[in-house]
């Protein structure tokens, strides 16, 4: 029989992990690999902590194996739970007999599992943990801010890893997350669009040429390309990336644009470009036929463009990134208004990242489709490891715009990104827009583009008394606006 558990505190046992990390003891090496820095904590239902880093017991052990087989073998640990700074290895990702981590993690019985960061090598991230969640373990990320921290004390490794993409070492795990891994039978090297594959040799800055062996290789070990026969082949994700005429082969693929003039003309754009074009594509054709906008919160009329640009190009990248491919019925699209930009992604968030932690801006790095990732990432269209939310909501803050708003309207996740300060209040509909008075309006344009405060940083950011504040806020609320957080002096009005 279990013991009931203790309560836990998630965020202690994340910074235990990352302080054990910090104890991790190198192999003795002349290759000058640098071994990841990971830590390990098992939380026992009882509340007994043990803990483990990488190297403790011998070289070249990983922290999992030490704290699960060295020192917890044969122990009951049903109902603990395991905090780890890197994604443990996927099953079929270390020479048989070896097991991998996730495997031993799941034959312990553990059924709950917070990751640090996913692995950086894009042919096996994300792999340990989808065989985790398949295995019906709980599987969480660590708070983004300790996310950083773990990278930051990782650089050198992670440097190594991502560099090491460009090299055939060894034939990848066995694990797949999409079938999109494998060989697209109806396609070949061929197919591959030069100008796609030279757009990402420019932006990447590689320095073997479009169709050299050295560069063939990189495309191999990212996952891009398959040896079958001695032959190279595309795989999915491969084709997505550079192939010509992608909607005759994956008629998911692609992007599609539309416009809303105010006149009520609307104008729409296929983009079947590779994937890697289609960014730039987008941003040439809105360059072209939208125009200027002025900005009517500044007492001398200035002229600005008329979409946040640099916005754009990140939220269709990475919306082209994180899509969830297997939903062949629908693709990206994106849909310009006078007052938004919305950029559809079909698919919800990848587990474990909830739309919540999206809305609040607050979701971990973690990638659905690591192969793409790591494209747009050495081309500098995506974050290293993360969904945009920093730049996005930075750049919004930068340039006095609403923060951009995450919703889900089934089967498509949606970003909203807002073309001026009176966007978000425009945006409301017809009717919430009656519901508010003049000064509401100001206050709503201002906490739209903050997402969330307390009733005094309201009252003195639009001027008004504490108890207006307060009734406005009130209203807001009843209107589903915004809900309420925390109590006492830590309350806040949030956003939804």
């Not at 998630?10 to 235990?16: A, Q």
């Not at 880093?53 to 699960?68: I, N, P, Q, S, Y």
């Not at 921290?149 to 440097?159: A, D, G, S, T, Y």
């Amino acid at each position: 029989m279990v013991a009931a558990r203790t309560k836990f505190n998630s965020r202690n046992l994340m910074e235990l992990a990352i302080k054990v990390m910090r104890q991790s003891v190198p192999e003795p090496r002349t290759d000058g690999k640098v071994d990841p820095k990971v830590g390990a904590v098992l939380y026992k239902p009882d509340g007994a902590i043990e803990t483990a880093c990488r190297g403790e017991l011998r070289h070249g052990d990983h922290a999992e194996f030490t704290l699960l087989e060295r020192k917890n073998r044969g122990n009951n640990l049903d109902g603990s739970i395991l905090f780890a700074t890197l994604e443990p290895c996927a099953k079929g990702a270390r020479k048989h007999p070896k097991l991998s981590c996730a495997e031993r993690i799941f034959l312990a019985r553990i059924k709950e599992v917070w990751v640090g960061i996913q692995d950086p090598d894009p042919t096996v991230a994300r792999k340990g943990i989808g065989y985790l969640i398949r295995q019906g373990v709980a599987v969480h990320m660590f708070d983004r801010d300790l996310q950083e921290v773990i990278e930051k004390e990782n650089k050198e490794f992670i440097e190594q890893a991502t560099e090491r993409a460009a090299e055939i070492e060894e034939e990848p795990g066995k694990v797949a997350l999409s079938p999109l891994e494998n060989r697209l039978q109806t396609a070949e090297l061929g197919d591959f669009s030069d100008a796609a594959l030279e757009t990402y040799r420019q932006r990447a800055k590689i320095a073997d040429a479009v169709g050299s062996d050295a560069f063939n290789r990189r495309l191999l070990r990212q996952g891009l390309l398959k040896e079958e026969g001695g032959v190279l082949v595309p795989t999915g994700f491969g084709f997505l990336l550079f192939g010509r005429e992608l909607r005759t082969v994956m008629h998911q693929a692609g992007l599609l644009g539309l416009i809303h003039y105010p006149s009520g003309q609307p104008e729409r754009r296929e983009f079947d470009e590779p994937a890697v074009m289609i960014p730039d594509q987008v941003e040439k054709w809105l360059k072209d036929k939208l125009p200027n906008v002025f900005d009517r919160d500044q007492a001398h009329r200035q002229e600005r463009p008329a979409l946040p640009f640099e916005m754009v190009r990140e939220a269709v990248a990475n919306a082209l990134i994180h899509r969830d491919y297997s939903i062949d019925g629908a693709k990206c699209q994106i849909v310009v208004t006078e007052d938004t930009i919305s950029v559809q992604s079909p698919g919800e968030p990848p587990s474990p990242i909830t739309l919540k932690q999206l809305q609040d801006f607050s979701a971990p790095m973690l990638s659905r489709n690591p192969e793409l990732h790591f494209v747009f990432a050495r081309m500098g269209m995506a974050e290293e490891q993360g969904l945009g939310l920093a730049s996005l909501r930075d750049r919004a803050k930068e340039l006095g715009l609403p923060r951009p708003r995450y919703t889900w309207d089934k089967p498509y996740l949606v970003l909203t990104l807002y073309r001026s300060a009176e966007g978000a209040t425009k945006a409301l509909g017809e009717d919430t827009l009656k519901a508010l008075s003049k000064s509401e309006r100001k206050g709503w344009q201002w906490l739209a583009a903050c997402g969330k405060a307390k009733s005094g940083e309201y009252a003195e950011a639009i001027g008004v008394e504490a108890r207006t504040a307060r009734r406005h806020l009130g209203h807001f609320e009843e209107l589903g606006l915004v809900r309420k957080t925390g109590s006492g002096p830590s309350q806040q009005y949030e956003v939804t």
